[in-house]
Structures are given as C-alpha cells and as structure tokens.
C-alpha cells in the first residue's frame, strides 16, 4: 500500500540499548530517517545488513538515521526477545537503532507486510520514500538501482524524489494470533 506524503505514524517503542525511542522527538533532530521494518529471521534483511550499515555511515553526518525495527510475533517472553535481537545486534556490529515492536501496533499503523520493507521521512514525518532498498538482495555487485540510497541523497540535497513508490518484496510478518 503506497502512503507517499502522509504523515508517518508516530511511535514509541523501546531499543535494545533499553532506551524508548519516540520518533517525533527523533525527527525534530534529523532531516532524514529511514524506518526499515526488519528481523533476524528474514534472508532478505540478512543480505541487506552491510548495505543498511553503509547507509547510516555514509549519511549520518548529514542529519540521517536508520531506525530498524522488529515487528515478529514471537512467543518467548519480551525480555527473551529483547536479548535475542541485542545479541544479533551486537554480531553485525549494527551502527543504528534496532528496536522492538512487541504489540505490533507499529507494523499495522504503517500496514507493512514484509520485511525488509523502508519508509524514509522528512523531518516533518512526512513519507517521502516506500519500498525496496535495491532491485538485487542477493549481490550488491548486481543492483542497478540504489531506490533507498538514491533517495536519501535526493531529498537531503532539497529535491523531490523522482521514483518515491516500489514494491517492497521479502519475508512475511509473523502475525500474532488472537
């Protein structure tokens, strides 16, 4: 579902550093955040790790941040999972916040249906960018389009971003059941 140039659904949610992370306090001091809905289950997140990484090095000096967050059902306790995401954290030497979305609340506010799927926004909160990271998880060597990269450096630079929609593709969200 594109929701280009809505307000993005604000947030608070806790990290894995145990600090809340509240997105309208975030954006007051960024010009650009990707919101990258993500696990540690999903291939398709464990190809796009070192290209997430890269984006927050290269960007983060011109007010941007990644903010990963986990949205999977789990059925270990919270604090489990939490120590789960921390120790995956810590083994890819993760340079951004990884966050947890233990109600799901936030997943279904942004109607996210896989993972890896990006929302990147304005410092208004505003959606700017939806989708794919690139056309090729499986080899940087082979994308040809860098869709998140491109349009980070497009709206930090004050120009609208030209392909702002793609289809995001990935591993389902594990719902919880009621």
Known sequence: MNTIGNYAPDFEIPGIDREVYHLGSYRKKLKAIAVVFMNSESPEVEQYLERLKQLQADFSSQGFTVMGIDSNHRSEAIADSMEGMKQYAHGHELNFPYLRDTTQDVAKAFKVKV????????????????????????????????????????????????????????????????
């Not at 890896?116 to 389009?145: F, K, M």
Request: glycine share 4%; net charge neutral.
């Open 115 to 178: 993972m890896p799927t990006v929302y990147l926004l304005d410092s208004d909160a505003v959606i700017r960018y939806q989708g794919r990271i690139d056309d090729c998880a499986e080899s940087i060597d082979r994308v040809n389009h860098h869709y998140l990269r491109d349009s980070i450096s497009t709206m930090l630079s004050g120009r609208k971003i030209a392909k702002d929609y793609v289809e995001p593709a990935g591993t389902s969200i594990k719902w919880r059941n009621f």
